[in-house]
């Protein structure tokens, strides 16, 4: 009997210390949750079952060499911003179909560690579509397909969708692990963007992305989208159901009580979020540099953070702008309509400037959070913020040239005596593509008329520069005597916002001499110049007057360790700049408001160094054939 007692006993206190056990357990887990996600009652985001404040700041990878995404993401935390928004850029992974490149300066994933290991939180914005003033929004060349296609983008259309799924099968199970449920930075990921803008307003096709996101990252995720907030943008842009968030964009100039107060007409609840709040604005060849205070844009940011809605949550679209290096730029159209390309720079009137120095916005901005989001300043971090150090190396004589029509040698492709095809159709995404036709007798003072030019078209005659038609100006040349007419024309840049998407380059039109409509024959001569090859140039000693159209080559050297720069090409007209084989992008300096490009320390190297110059229109004197390499940015004055 009493051993029986005490069994009994025995086991009930065993059943007991597991029952405590497993209640210990339970609320382990319970408090221990690991995740993020918005809390609709609040108003708010949590993290791990706590309320989540955030500043975010956009600071695109593939703008600035990998070499320098630390001092830029270190510069980003040090001001308090606790997020790094950055968009993804199809065409930048996937250049050609099924060719997909996540190594050096597109390696997001590098990026995205290192953001990581500063105290940022990363949202990931991957499109399809960005607009961001990047080549055709993102978009590859090759999904435009030819004009007889007809491929409708950013739509339902299965064409553009086999082109979207192919890519996201491959970009977002690389993005899995970096979610944050997985120990990743990654807490928001965006659907599209900014779709309320486009004039396709197809439900079927945000909801194809919403699953597609879902399938590959999971239920948890935040998936959002982003929108202008006029009520065009709010119908078309959000998604009113699957849990998707719904975010507005808008600048200083609008007040956000107005803003957000739309907003809640369409989301009644969820934390309130400015996804592109624009401390600068974005810059167009041919118009004045834009710009915005410090004063206003601290002013207006600070009334958001205290403002009487509830918690405002923002992301300053840019934080650091960096540069459109290469062609990768994109251009707008204006409702004229009128052609408006973006120029190299992307400093964008940033906080942090095109070669990552602070400025007074900058601390504008830290003061602001300071004082109403303290808890988000490291004030150690500040200490280890340092602008850029840099170097005037003086002038670079040009001393070799490749003479047009020598650029033909650099040719990737060549077709003889065929019908006129665009770059798309061609294979080819940027640079150039040169047009040839020889008649069998001459063309006198005849009148060259290219109403559809894409964009820049440079015209020679018997091999002699004679002008140039772009495509804004509705210029028409007249035509010495002649008999082999070439053009050559540049992409300069697709456009990658509105309506006018479908931008496909090259001769689209036709081209008329006088009363004759040359374009229709199939007795065109044509060669592929994206200039991703200028290393194979053979170089002949300049003894004579160069013109347009011709490539040019100096030398110049460093002492010690490399520092910043800039191309200072006052003497030229219009061109492209290589720096030991770098393409640092386009210069147009009598179009403004862009003069000097800029060249990063990590272009350069201790020794000889080699510069690269393509000129298109403006050839100095045989004397004055060199630039200067100056300790100063120039990006315009502003407006």
Same mark, same amino acid.
């Given at each position: 009997?009493?051993?029986?007692?005490?069994?009994?006993?025995?086991?009930?206190?065993?059943?007991?210390?597991? &029952?405590?056990?497993?209640?210990?357990?339970?609320?382990?887990?319970?408090?221990?949750?690991?995740?993020?996600?918005?809390?609709?009652?609040?108003?708010?985001?949590?993290?791990?079952?706590?309320?989540?404040?955030?500043?975010?700041?956009?600071?695109?990878?593939?703008?600035?060499?990998?070499?320098?995404?630390?001092?830029?993401?270190?510069?980003?935390?040090?001001?308090?911003?606790?997020?790094?928004?950055?968009?993804?850029?199809?065409?930048?992974?996937?250049?050609?179909?099924?060719?997909?490149?996540? *190594?050096?300066?597109?390696?997001?994933?590098?990026?995205?560690?290192?953001?990581?290991?500063?105290?940022?939180?990363?949202?990931?914005?991957?499109?399809?579509?960005?607009?961001?003033?990047?080549?055709?929004?993102?978009?590859?060349? =090759?999904?435009?397909?030819?004009?007889?296609?007809?491929?409708?983008?950013?739509?339902?259309?299965?064409?553009?969708?086999?082109?979207?799924?192919?890519?996201?099968?491959?970009?977002?199970?690389?993005?899995?692990?970096?979610?944050?449920?997985?120990?990743?930075?990654?807490?928001?990921?965006?659907?599209?963007?900014?779709?309320?803008?486009?004039?396709?307003?197809?439900?079927?096709?945000?909801?194809?992305?919403?699953?597609?996101?879902?399938?590959?990252?999971?239920?948890?995720?935040?998936?959002?989208?982003?929108?202008?907030?006029?009520?065009?943008?709010?119908?078309?842009?959000?998604?009113?159901?699957?849990?998707?968030?719904?975010?507005?964009?808008?600048?200083?100039?609008?007040?956000?009580?107005?803003?957000?107060?739309?907003?809640?007409?369409?989301?009644?609840?969820?934390?309130?979020?400015?996804?592109?709040?624009?401390?600068?604005?974005?810059?167009?060849?041919?118009?004045?540099?834009?710009?915005?205070?410090?004063?206003?844009?601290?002013?207006? =940011?600070?009334?958001?953070? *205290?403002?009487?809605?509830?918690?405002?949550?923002?992301?300053?679209?840019?934080?650091?702008?960096? +540069?459109?290096?290469?062609?990768?730029? #994109?251009?707008?159209?204006? +409702?004229?309509?009128?052609?408006?390309?973006?120029?190299?720079?992307?400093?964008?009137?940033?906080?942090?400037?095109?070669?990552?120095?602070? +400025?007074?916005?900058?601390?504008?901005?830290?003061?602001?959070?300071?004082?109403?989001?303290?808890?988000?300043?490291?004030?150690? &971090?500040?200490?280890?913020?340092?602008?850029? +150090?840099?170097?005037?190396?003086?002038?670079?004589?040009?001393?070799?040239? !490749?003479? /047009?029509?020598?650029?033909?040698?650099?040719?990737?492709?060549?077709? *003889?005596?065929?019908?006129?095809?665009?770059?798309?159709?061609?294979?080819?995404?940027?640079? =150039?593509?040169?047009?040839?036709?020889?008649?069998?007798?001459? /063309?006198?003072?005849?009148? &060259?008329?290219?109403?559809?030019?894409?964009?820049?078209?440079?015209? =020679?005659?018997?091999?002699?520069?004679?002008?140039?038609?772009?495509?804004?100006?509705?210029?028409?040349?007249?035509?010495?005597?002649?008999?082999?007419?070439?053009?050559?024309?540049?992409?300069?840049?697709?456009?990658?916002?509105?309506?006018?998407?479908?931008?496909?380059?090259?001769?689209?039109?036709?081209?008329?001499?006088?009363?004759?409509?040359?374009?229709?024959?199939?007795?065109?001569?044509?060669?592929?110049?994206?200039?991703?090859?200028?290393?194979?140039?053979?170089?002949?000693?300049?003894?004579?007057?160069?013109?347009? #159209?011709?490539?040019?080559?100096?030398?110049?050297?460093?002492?010690?360790?490399?520092?910043?720069?800039?191309?200072?090409?006052?003497?030229?007209?219009?061109?492209?700049?290589?720096?030991?084989?770098?393409?640092?992008?386009?210069?147009?300096?009598?179009?403004?408001?862009?003069?000097?490009?800029?060249?990063?320390?990590?272009?350069?190297?201790?020794?000889?160094? *080699?510069?690269?110059?393509?000129?298109?229109?403006?050839?100095?004197?045989?004397?004055?054939?060199?630039?200067? !390499?100056?300790?100063?940015?120039?990006?315009?004055?502003?407006?």
């Amino acid at each position: 009997m009493f051993s029986t007692r005490v069994s009994l006993k025995t086991g009930g206190l065993v059943f007991l210390g597991l &029952l405590a056990i497993s209640v210990v357990v339970l609320l382990a887990r319970t408090f221990s949750y690991h995740g993020f996600t918005v809390d609709y009652k609040k108003n708010v985001f949590s993290k791990d079952g706590k309320t989540f404040d955030y500043v975010s700041g956009s600071l695109h990878y593939f703008r600035v060499p990998h070499e320098l995404w630390h001092d830029r993401l270190l510069k980003l935390r040090a001001s308090g911003i606790n997020v790094v928004s950055t968009y993804v850029p199809w065409n930048f992974h996937e250049p050609h179909p099924g060719q997909y490149n996540f *190594e050096g300066d597109a390696d997001l994933f590098k990026f995205m560690e290192i953001a990581q290991s500063l105290g940022l939180y990363v949202n990931i914005r991957p499109g399809p579509y960005i607009c961001s003033e990047w080549d055709l929004g993102g978009i590859p060349y =090759f999904v435009l397909g030819s004009k007889k296609d007809g491929v409708l983008l950013r739509t339902m259309d299965s064409r553009y969708l086999s082109h979207v799924e192919c890519y996201f099968n491959e970009l977002l199970p690389r993005l899995e692990p970096y979610l944050y449920e997985n120990g990743g930075p990654i807490i928001m990921v965006q659907v599209e963007n900014e779709y309320g803008s486009y004039k396709a307003c197809d439900y079927d096709y945000m909801n194809y992305l919403t699953t597609l996101m879902r399938k590959h990252l999971g239920e948890n995720i935040i998936l959002y989208t982003a929108d202008g907030w006029d009520m065009h943008h709010l119908i078309c842009g959000p998604i009113h159901h699957s849990n998707v968030l719904t975010t507005v964009n808008f600048g200083p100039n609008s007040d956000h009580m107005s803003v957000f107060t739309r907003l809640r007409s369409f989301q009644g609840h969820g934390p309130l979020v400015n996804s592109e709040f624009y401390p600068g604005w974005l810059d167009h060849w041919g118009e004045p540099h834009q710009c915005k205070t410090s004063s206003f844009v601290g002013a207006e =940011f600070s009334k958001m953070l *205290e403002s009487t809605l509830g918690n405002v949550f923002v992301n300053f679209y840019m934080f650091f702008g960096g +540069t459109n290096f290469a062609f990768y730029n #994109g251009a707008n159209m204006a +409702t004229d309509p009128k052609y408006q390309p973006d120029p190299t720079s992307y400093d964008y009137d940033a906080p942090l400037t095109e070669c990552g120095d602070t +400025t007074e916005k900058y601390y504008a901005i830290r003061k602001a959070i300071k004082k109403h989001r303290p808890h988000l300043i490291d004030n150690h &971090l500040l200490a280890k913020v340092v602008n850029s +150090t840099k170097q005037r190396y003086g002038k670079v004589k040009f001393k070799e040239i !490749l003479s /047009y029509p020598g650029i033909k040698s650099l040719a990737t492709k060549h077709l *003889e005596k065929g019908p006129i095809f665009t770059f798309e159709e061609l294979e080819q995404d940027y640079g =150039f593509v040169l047009y040839e036709k020889t008649y069998n007798n001459y /063309y006198h003072n005849v009148e &060259l008329e290219i109403p559809e030019p894409r964009d820049m078209v440079y015209v =020679f005659a018997d091999d002699k520069y004679v002008g140039k038609i772009y495509r804004s100006a509705n210029e028409k040349i007249l035509l010495p005597s002649f008999r082999k007419l070439a053009l050559l024309v540049e992409n300069m840049g697709r456009i990658n916002y509105g309506h006018y998407l479908h931008d496909y380059k090259g001769l689209v039109g036709e081209v008329r001499l006088g009363e004759d409509v040359v374009s229709k024959g199939v007795d065109w001569s044509i060669w592929t110049l994206p200039m991703n090859n200028t290393h194979l140039v053979q170089y002949q000693e300049i003894k004579s007057q160069p013109g347009p #159209g011709s490539i040019l080559r100096g030398e110049f050297t460093i002492h010690g360790k490399p520092a910043d720069t800039w191309v200072k090409m006052s003497r030229f007209g219009k061109g492209v700049i290589f720096v030991n084989g770098r393409n640092i992008g386009r210069y147009w300096p009598v179009a403004g408001p862009q003069k000097n490009l800029y060249v990063p320390s990590v272009f350069l190297k201790t020794g000889v160094n *080699e510069l690269v110059m393509l000129e298109l229109i403006q050839m100095p004197t045989q004397q004055d054939l060199s630039v200067e !390499l100056v300790e100063y940015p120039d990006v315009g004055s502003c407006d």
